[in-house]
């Protein structure tokens, strides 16, 4: 069993900056899992926005690159998402997930994905 709990979403005007945690529980769960961030806009399917392996490889999709940056502290077996410079297309519900390996390019694939967060709200006014 593997708990995820996101934390720190919000609403902040365009161009604000939020940072995202996500931690992880459970006796399942292992340090090296492979952690990710997906969003989901009203009306829209989900998307991979950024995951990052056990040895700290990331990768991001193309509309956050520059603007977005995942990291994680194995000691907490937590996950970050700092987002910069935020846009009002940004806006949606970001949901943390893990698994115990993935693929790293171009951003993270919903079916690699096991295990799910219930997700935080980021909303961004223009």
């Known amino acids: 069993q593997v708990h995820l709990v996101e934390s720190g979403g919000g609403s902040v005007q365009a161009g604000g900056s939020l940072r995202l945690t996500c931690a992880a529980s459970?006796?399942?769960?292992?340090?090296?899992?492979?952690l990710a961030w997906f969003r989901q806009a009203p009306g829209k399917e989900r998307e991979g926005v950024a995951n990052?392996?056990?040895?700290?490889?990331?990768s991001y999709q193309d509309s956050v690159k520059g603007r977005f940056a995942i990291s994680r502290d194995d000691a907490k077996n937590t996950v970050y998402l700092q987002m910069n410079s935020l846009k009002p297309e940004d806006t949606a519900m970001y949901y943390c997930?893990?698994?115990?390996?993935?693929?790293?390019?171009?951003?993270?694939?919903?079916?690699?994905?096991?295990?799910w967060g219930q997700g935080t709200q980021v909303t961004v006014s223009a």
């Open positions: 990052i392996d056990n040895d700290g490889s990331a």
């Open positions: 997930a893990a698994d115990e390996a993935c693929t790293v390019v171009e951003g993270p694939l919903e079916h690699e994905y096991k295990y």
């Open positions: 459970g006796h399942t769960y292992r340090s090296y899992y492979c």
